[in-house]
């Protein structure tokens, strides 16, 4: 097969929209039918969110497509998003890739399973635990790490979870940045930029999300930001795409650690990807 989906526009938010929205057997597991078939209101924040993502992996993994890469959702929860990236994937261009989800809740793990079962999805299935101890099937390479949402330090596994099993792509969009806030000191050469609170938290989300494409540089990806939603749908709209280089070159984590002992801080990526860290310049 060549290349399946030749223009932008087929991944884009409208398109996607339509392709889950013209069917109420996929919306009714996942409760987002909606009393007109449409999407119900109360869902419509998180069915942007995991549109605007979706569309986002789709465009960047276009090339990969054809051969049925395997996908792993971290802190998936109800795991909208591979539900969404399946149904896409199966419908419009009879794909058959493999999901993988892990999430700390048996519950919703087990929501996760029912759902696929309604659906028919057998290529899915879903783990109860961390996201740093999913441990990948016998025989399968994970090709491609995401996380929507991973609460704080479950973003910064997913990243941990994607560099070490060698994924292609790790893409993110984080939650909650609550590690790096509690290390900001008030003797930080920067100290007049974050006297106040609210500052102080976006300095903070910032400085997380820097460190952790330098970490991700440093392994041998190359890194980019972007939005995926506006910022009016959610202000956690921001994600970290990393694509594996082939030349496999790791940079190191020089940059990482340059920051770091600037401004005196530490990420927990240290600690998930101690073989990362050790004798560099971190
Ligand atoms: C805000 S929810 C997001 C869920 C889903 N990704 C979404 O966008 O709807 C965060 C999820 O992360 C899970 N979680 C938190 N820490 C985790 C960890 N270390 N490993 C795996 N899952 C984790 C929680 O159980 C929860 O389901």
Redesign the pocket.
Known sequence: MGVLLQQDTEYGVEALSDVLTSSREFLRPLRWEGPDGGINRSEMK?FR??VGFSSHILRVVKDMLDDAPVFL?????????AFVLNRVLRELYGLDCTFYG????GA?VEKCRKIAMSLDYDNMSFTK????EFDVPEGKKIDIVL?????D??TD?AIARGIRSGARYIMVVP?CQNQLRGQIRSTQPLKDLTDFGPLRYRFADLLTESLRAQVLKGAGYYVEIHEVVPPTVTPKNLVITARRLRSGKKRGMGSYGRLCRQLGVRSILEDFLPELFHGEDG
């Not at 959702?73 to 998003?81: D, N, P, R, T, V």
């Not at 635990?129 to 740093?132: A, I, K, N, Q, V």
């Open positions: 998180k969110e995991t959702e971290c802190s998936c929860g109800k795991s909208y998003l892990v999430d700390v809740s919703l635990g961390r996201t740093l996380a929507l949402h991973a609460c330090t479950a596994e939650c």
